[in-house]
C-alpha cells in the first residue's frame, strides 16, 4: 500500500459527525454520508433529522452522546449562543470528544464566539477550526460553496479531504478568526444591497415609472448584484418571501458585522443604517421570511398573503 492509499484508509476510518441540519447544513451532511459513507447526526429537529436517517445516517440523542463517537464533528448552527451550548455546554461535545478531535463550525458566529469556544475545547486539547461558508441552500446540496477556514493551519489543511466533500474551494484565510470576518464582509455586501434595492424600488414607485421597466433594466447595467437578479426582481418584488436565507439570519450577521467593525475600529455608518432597516423588518414580524422581506419596510405592498 502506497503513502496516498494508507491516507485514504486513513481517511475512510475517521469517524465523522454533524450537528444542525437546516438549510444549509442538511445539504452539506447528505454529501458527507453520500461520499463518506457513514455518519453521525444531531439535530433537535425531528423532520431535520428525517431524510438523514433514511440515508443511513447514525442519529444521537445529543452533541455529547454524538462526540463520543466521533472524531471530527461539524458544525451549522443558526447563532452564536447555540454553537456555544453545544460545544461547551452541560450536554456539549466538550463533555464528549477525546483529546486531539476536532470540531468544525461552518457557522456564521462572529470572532468573539470562535474564539470562546476554541478556548473552551482546548482546555481539553481538543483541537477547533473556523470554517463559515459561503452562497446558499442550493449550492450547499450541490457542494458548491465556497469555505473560509481558519486557525491551525496543519490542522485546517489536515481536514482538506472532508471539506471538498461538501464545498468547491476551501480558502485558508489566516489565525482564528479570520474565516469569521472574510464571511462577516462578504455578508456586509450581499445582505446590504438589500437596503439600497429597497429605497430604489421605492424611489422608483413614488415617481410614478413603470416597475416593470425597473426590474427589467438594472439587472442589465452596473447596477447589478447578485441579490438583486436572484431575490428581488424575481421574487420579493412578485411578492415571494420564500425563505431561501431568511431575514432572521442576515439580521443575525448584521449585528455581528456592527459589533465587529465597533471592537476593531473599523468604519461603520453604512452597516449602522442598515442594520437598522433590519431591526425594522423584524420588529414588522418578517424573520421567517426570506432576507428580501426587508424590501417590505419601504414597499410594505408587495406582501400579499
Known amino acids: 500500500m502506497n503513502s496516498n492509499e494508507v491516507l485514504d484508509d486513513m481517511h475512510r476510518r475517521q469517524r465523522i459527525g454533524f450537528i444542525g441540519l437546516g438549510l444549509m447544513g442538511g445539504g452539506m451532511a447528505m454529501n458527507i454520508l453520500r461520499k463518506h459513507g457513514q455518519l ?4 433537535v429537529d425531528e423532520a431535520k433529522l428525517a431524510p438523514l436517517v ?5 442519529r444521537f440523542q445529543s452533541p455529547r452522546a454524538l462526540g ?47 474564539r470562546a469556544i476554541d478556548a473552551g475545547l ?51 484565510c489566516g489565525p482564528l478568526g479570520a474565516g469569521q470576518a472574510i464571511k462577516l ?7 446590504g444591497y438589500a437596503a439600497l434595492i429597497s429605497e430604489a424600488y421605492a424611489m422608483a414607485k413614488k415617481a410614478g415609472a413603470n416597475l416593470d421597466i425597473l426590474c427589467e433594466a438594472l439587472p442589465q447595467t452596473a447596477a447589478n448584484s447578485w441579490p438583486l437578479s436572484n431575490v428581488f426582481v424575481p421574487k420579493a418584488f412578485k411578492g415571494d418571501f420564500q425563505p431561501y436565507f431568511r431575514l432572521s439570519a442576515a439580521h443575525k450577521d448584521y449585528r455581528l458585522i456592527v459589533a465587529m467593525a465597533h471592537a476593531l475600529g473599523s468604519p ?34 408587495l406582501l400579499r398573503e
Open 40 to 43: 453521525g447526526v444531531f439535530d
Open 54 to 58: 433514511a440515508a443511513g445516517a447514525t
Open 68 to 114: 463520543a463517537a466521533c472524531d471530527v464533528v461539524l458544525l451549522s448552527l443558526p447563532d452564536p449562543a447555540i454553537s456555544t451550548e453545544v460545544a461547551l455546554g452541560p450536554d456539549g461535545l466538550l463533555h464528549g470528544l477525546t483529546a486531539g478531535a476536532i470540531v468544525v463550525d461552518l457557522s456564521t458566529d462572529g470572532i468573539d464566539a470562535v
Open 122 to 172: 482546548g482546555a481539553k486539547g481538543i483541537r477547533f477550526v473556523d470554517c463559515p461558508v459561503g452562497k446558499g441552500p442550493t449550492a450547499a446540496a450541490a457542494g458548491d460553496i465556497p469555505l473560509f477556514s481558519s486557525g491551525d493551519k496543519p490542522t485546517c489543511e489536515s481536514l482538506d479531504w472532508l471539506l471538498a466533500m461538501i464545498g468547491s474551494k476551501t480558502y485558508y
Open 185 to 191: 464582509a462578504n455578508n456586509l455586501l450581499s445582505c
Open 268 to 301: 461603520s455608518r453604512t452597516a449602522e443604517v442598515v442594520l437598522d432597516y433590519y431591526e425594522r423588518a423584524t420588529a414588522a414580524g418578517h424573520g421567517e421570511r426570506d432576507f428580501g422581506a426587508l424590501a417590505l419596510v419601504n414597499n410594505p405592498e
